[in-house]
């Protein structure tokens, strides 16, 4: 009996000291490069084990259309295995990966012992952020997008990340510009200085201190820089345009109202501009001529209060240069400032036009689609679908780029900014 009984106390005690081992979570072991994960987990502790699975969640496209989606990439019968290598993920910025044991039913829902979950983001993907501008190098196929304030990332047509450079303040409209044989972006910072990076890799050429606490916006024509700022310390003071020569960053001339705008350049004129004022409930629409040197010729001030139909965030230039479309409503101006109609039916984000102007593209948000407008007709001859939120739209030959955004506008943390390409 005595024996029994320390028998029995010699059990309980080894059961005391050696409890069942936990099983470890879920962790990535290895990263073998951007697209290839190694996943290890504990081994099931329980009884009754039926199987693993691996799930993976991450938006991205697949099949043309942009979700979130949810699915099991590894699943096994076998306890013992306890790792996994994702070398098929697909293009998408953030990876949350969950491992389970299934250990009764028959669904991975029906009491699934659950190993944690980990995360992976995936470098040089979908860019997410809220997008305030775009450009395009219609020469390299690239698109150079401005994100939550001031960050530059350069991408190809098939929306993957080239490089990308955060700005230590936020920025205004930049430009793109060639000089001495390379092609450069010009970065108006909102420290007062316009900072002048290499095109291809964003890393930073030259500096010019502009003055004034904000920089609106740059142009660039014939190695000259044309920039708007808040500054108006030098004579005459109310000249907030400055031009700068681009080989000796001297000033070349001035021009403005006080206003600080962004600079709109009329394309195929004689270095002909309109600007709009940023930030104010009244609205100056200025017209600007200079030289092909840079020089001040003459300008035209207009004024138009909060109903008016301009939206210094969307302006293009029609390709003549004769007159420009802006803001929600598709207005149409010419170069004498004249409002010469609107296009119908649309919430507009932004235009581009065939190589005469007969015809515009209108990116319309609601609902997500490119509208076609004869001009000047102003009619709707036809629409193309895309898959997002188009938010800037540019004509490469017979195709139509459009930047789109997937998610929650204004939320930067769910926005996923793509690339669509549409055949006319």
């Keep these: 009996m005595l024996c029994s009984v320390i028998a029995s106390c010699k059990k309980e005690k080894e059961y005391v000291v050696n409890p069942p081992k936990i099983a470890e979570n879920l962790q990535i072991d290895q990263v073998i490069n951007d697209s290839t994960l190694v996943f290890k987990w504990g081994k099931y502790p329980g009884y009754n084990f039926k199987g693993y699975f691996l799930k993976r969640k991450a938006t991205y496209i697949k099949n043309g259309v942009v979700n979130t989606y949810e699915e099991i990439i590894d699943s096994s019968a076998d306890i013992n295995h306890l790792s996994f290598t994702e070398n098929q993920m697909p293009y998408a910025s953030n990876l949350t990966y969950n491992v389970y044991a299934r250990h009764d039913g028959e669904s991975i829902w029906d009491t699934a012992y659950f190993f944690g979950s980990v995360s992976y983001n ?62 450069e972006l010009y970065v108006p910072v909102n420290d007062g200085s316009l900072q002048i990076l290499d095109a291809g890799t964003l890393q930073l050429k030259d500096k010019i201190y502009v003055g004034g606490t904000v920089i609106a916006s740059v142009a660039a024509y014939n190695q000259k820089l044309y920039v708007a700022s808040s500054n108006t310390t030098e004579p005459p003071h109310t000249n907030t ?86 803001s929600y409503y598709g207005s149409i101006y010419d170069k004498s400032l004249s409002l010469l109609g609107a296009l119908k039916g649309g919430a507009y984000a932004d235009f581009a036009f065939n190589s005469d102007g007969s015809v515009i593209y209108a990116a319309n948000t609601n609902p997500q689609r490119i509208d076609v407008f004869g001009y000047p007709v102003l009619t709707v001859t036809r629409s193309y679908p895309v898959k997002a939120r188009p938010f800037r739209i540019f004509r490469d030959g017979n195709t139509l780029v459009c ?21 006319l």
């Design 122 to 183: 995936r470098p040089n993907t979908l860019l997410s952020g809220t997008p305030s501008d775009a450009l395009m190098d219609l020469q390299n196929k690239r698109l150079y997008l401005i994100t939550d304030g001031k960050k530059i990332t350069i991408v190809n047509y098939d929306s993957r990340q080239v490089v990308s450079k955060e700005m230590p303040f936020t920025i205004g409209y930049c430009a793109l510009g060639d000089y001495n044989g390379s092609s």
């Design 241 to 326: 345009i400055k031009v700068y020569d681009r080989a000796t960053k001297n000033i070349v001339s001035s021009s403005g109202n006080g206003n600080n705008g962004r600079l709109l350049p009329l394309n195929g004129t004689s270095f002909e501009f309109v600007d709009l004022t940023i930030g104010f409930s009244t609205k100056s629409l200025n017209y600007h001529k200079f030289s092909s040197g840079g020089a001040f010729i003459s300008e035209t001030n207009n004024y138009y209060d909060f109903n008016s139909q301009l939206d210094a965030s969307i302006m293009r230039s029609f390709p003549d240069g004769s007159k420009f479309i802006s």
């Design 403 to 423: 930047v789109s955004i997937y998610g929650q506008y204004g939320n930067s943390a769910y926005n996923y900014i793509i690339v669509e390409k549409i055949n």
